[in-house]
């Protein structure tokens, strides 16, 4: 699909197994919400539905693309966290795009106010949380980011 245009994306998308998919490959693209750091986009990819996360602190500046790579290479080191596919560039903003794995259950806040009675249910999604959380600190990684609607 060829490259990002930056060595430090190409690199970490080397280093980290992922891909680099232009943005006319993205079919269906909807706003989804607004979070956090960023806004979220559902797309279609290769009959796939992915998440493309806009970060509003995240340009292609070289400082920048390093304070972000470095953030976001802890939800490579655990099975229980939402996996990253790869990255785009938004040729409106020349902003670069993180492409992740779409999951329709939506944040942890939204599944606890919809599951209200399944208690079992709620402790299988806090194990996974703590599993993942450990996976994250057995490689000396913080999250610091960590709340119910981005989980």
């Not at 970490?12 to 998919?21: D, H, P, Q, V």
């Not at 493309?52 to 500046?61: H, M, P, T």
């Not at 939402?82 to 785009?88: M, V």
């Not at 939506?106 to 703590?130: M, V």
Request: aromatic share 16%; glycine share 4%.
């Amino acid at each position: 699909f060829g490259t990002s245009g930056s060595k430090i994306v190409d690199q970490f998308i080397t280093n980290n197994s992922l891909k680099w998919i232009p943005y006319d490959k993205f079919k269906n693209i909807k706003y989804l919400n607004k979070e956090g750091l960023g806004t979220i986009y559902k797309a279609i990819y290769e009959d796939v539905e992915v998440i493309l996360k806009y970060f509003d602190y995240f340009n292609s500046s070289d400082e920048s693309l390093n304070e972000f790579l470095n953030e976001w290479k802890i939800i490579n080191y655990s099975d229980e966290i939402i996996r990253i596919y790869g990255f785009t560039k938004d040729p409106d903003t020349l902003n670069y795009v993180l492409i992740m794995e779409y999951t329709n259950k939506g944040s942890l806040k939204r599944c606890l106010t919809e599951i209200t009675k399944n208690w079992e249910q709620k402790l299988f999604y806090l194990y996974q949380i703590i599993k993942g959380l450990n996976d994250i600190h057995k490689e000396d990684l913080i999250h610091y980011n960590f709340h119910d609607v981005i989980i």
